[in-house]
């Protein structure tokens, strides 16, 4: 699926406008995501951060704040309306999802959902961005159509 360019600017301004939304005291690495909602020629931005804690196991990454987010708000929690997910730390490099993030992606972005939606990842500034699919980032994967 083809993004425009207006549609990557939601994207990358959602991403940017996210990461004061970080709470990141200790390894001050801020990261957010944003989830572009389309209905009925309307848009919707889903924006999350990532939230630490002082046990590092119970930090919550960008990506799952912002789909448990639109999961949970009317409106957005229809995944096949979904056309874009971005994400964006303050890198001079693009940064990609990690692993668990990639796989709770995936739970949304399946095969049976809502294939094909681009994942786009920018650097800090939003300047550049690499756009990739779910297959690219979580090849032969075990999603909900897996069951």
Known sequence: MGLSSEEV?????GCLG??????????????????????GGRYTSVVGANVENASYGGTICAERVTITKAMTTA???DPTKWIALGIMGDTDECISPCGLCRQVIREF?????SPDIPILMFNGDGTNHIQSTMEELLPNSFGPECL
């Open 9 to 13: 600017a939601l994207v990358r301004d």
């Open 75 to 77: 409106g957005t929690r």
């Open 109 to 113: 972005i399946s095969p049976k959902m």
């Open 18 to 39: 996210g990461k004061a939304l970080s709470y990141s005291p200790y390894s001050k690495f801020r990261v957010s995501c944003c989830i572009l909602v389309s209905e």
